[in-house]
């Protein structure tokens, strides 16, 4: 049985959750409004206070979709209740991040400042000039949009230059050194 599939998903005051056909969830909570359709095949229960998710036979793709299931639902309670957020750190000298409204602007040592629009549902704050935070009710749509910026200039591992998410570690190499 999966473990993480089996564990109920308990449901906080002030949130509701619909159940349509075909598996679409719909959760409404304080911060907001997410619906998914899920496989079609799990049996989505709401039992009193709980959300509870079954799997019809222990065939080897019904194991791993219940585990899915559980977690993608689990992860949109969470979200409308307390939202997620991922933390990026901008490192390098002359690199810095400035904010105009919805319109994120990155100074990366390219010859353009790289411009990005905050995605429906996704608001970026920044803490300084070298701190981005990335904040929503979709932790996909967090994600995403906190990679997408990563990309916009990895971090390198000589001196550590580039955007890398905050808990995130960079292998560092030893440069070259001078032949006498």
């Known amino acids: ?6 564990m109920p998903i308990a449901i906080p005051a002030g949130v509701t959750v619909d ?8 959760v409404k909570g304080p911060k907001g409004t997410l619906e998914r359709v899920l496989p079609a095949e799990m049996e989505i229960k709401v039992e009193g206070a709980e959300i509870v998710v079954t799997r ?16 993608l ?35 990366l040592g390219y010859s353009h400042p790289v411009e990005m629009v905050d995605p429906e549902g996704i608001e970026t704050v ?14 996909e749509k967090v994600g995403q949009f906190a990679a997408e910026i990563r990309d916009k200039r990895r971090p390198e591992p000589y001196k550590g230059k580039g955007i890398k998410y905050a808990d ?13």
């Open 56 to 71: 019809p036979n222990d065939l080897k793709k019904m194991k791993s979709l219940h585990g899915l299931t559980r977690s």
């Open 126 to 139: 920044l803490e300084g000039q070298n701190i981005i935070i990335v904040k929503g009710i979709d932790k």
């Open 1 to 6: 049985m999966s473990r993480i599939g089996r």
């Open 73 to 107: 639902i689990a992860n949109m309670v969470k979200g409308v209740t307390d939202g997620f957020e991922k933390k990026l750190e901008v490192n390098g000298v002359g690199y810095r991040a400035a904010k105009s409204g919805n319109k994120l602007t990155l100074s």
């Open 19 to 26: 159940i349509a056909e075909n598996n679409k969830v719909t």
């Open 168 to 180: 995130e570690t960079i292998r560092r190499k030893v440069g070259k050194t001078g032949k006498k």
